[in-house]
């Protein structure tokens, strides 16, 4: 148990629509990255909020964003949903604006869009 | 982007032999760490080694780095069922700075 929580844990939605998925970071934790895991391939590094502000960008879209709100937890917003777009994603939360240490991961939510 | 690439992509052995994972990765790093992910779960983070480090231990975990050829190793000693999941490779992408690269993965099986 990390104690990082997200939610919904699975849910379906269809192409066009848009979708947010929260996650709550471990106590102690001001930095949030979102990862984007397609099945049998590793995770894509999304984006980071570190105290409320974006803090790195991977090569994903505008229509993915996100929320960083000021206990630490945070959203990911996907709009427009494309049926690439399926996928378990992933929030993991750590200390400090720089990746110099461990990632502490929720178990996912997993995203079907039909 | 993907820094790191596993290797193998799948290994199956006995319960009780040794399992070894490789993973290259292409720019410079600070540090590599190993995550493992039972299936469809969350990736749980096992060791870390910094760029200054050549080998590292823990428990049945023994972790190499050789930075001028930029690959690591994970050996899994006296494996057990249990071991068996999805083992990734991530390294900080230098210029970078906030985010850990994940390489694809080794799939491994333990057999009883």
């Known amino acids: 148990e990390t104690g990082v929580t997200q939610s919904p844990t699975h849910l379906i939605k269809t192409r066009g629509q848009q979708v947010t998925l929260r996650c709550s970071s471990q106590?102690?934790?001001?930095?949030v990255s979102w990862y984007q895991q397609a099945l049998g391939q590793g995770p894509q590094f999304i984006f980071q909020?570190?105290?409320?502000?974006?803090?790195g960008r991977g090569n994903f879209p505008p229509r993915f964003s996100g929320l960083q709100f000021p206990n630490y937890s945070s959203e990911l917003n996907v709009n427009a949903l494309e049926l690439d777009d399926s996928a378990l994603y992933l929030c993991?939360?750590?200390?400090?604006?720089?990746?110099?240490?461990?990632?502490?991961f929720g178990e996912g939510s997993r995203l079907t869009v039909l | 982007s993907q820094q790191g690439e596993e290797d193998p992509q799948a290994l199956s052995i006995q319960e009780g032999e040794n399992a070894t994972m490789n993973c290259s990765y292409k720019?410079?790093?600070?540090?590599l760490q190993w995550y493992r992910q039972n299936s469809g779960r969350g990736l749980v983070h096992l060791i870390l080694?910094?760029?200054?480090?050549r080998e590292k231990h823990s428990g049945r975990l023994r972790v190499t780095l050789d930075t001028s050829k930029k690959s690591s190793s994970l050996l899994i000693t006296a494996s057990r069922a249990a071991d068996t999941a999805s083992y990734f490779c991530?390294?900080?992408?230098?210029?970078?700075?906030?985010?850990?690269?994940f390489g694809k993965g080794t799939t491994l099986s333990v057999s009883s």
């Open positions: 993991a939360s750590s200390s400090g604006s720089v990746n110099t240490g461990e990632l502490f």
């Open positions: 106590s102690g934790h001001n930095t």
């Open positions: 909020y570190y105290r409320e502000e974006e803090n």
């Open positions: 720019t410079s790093i600070n540090n």
């Open positions: 080694i910094r760029s200054n480090e």
């Open positions: 991530a390294t900080d992408e230098y210029q970078a700075g906030t985010a850990l690269i």
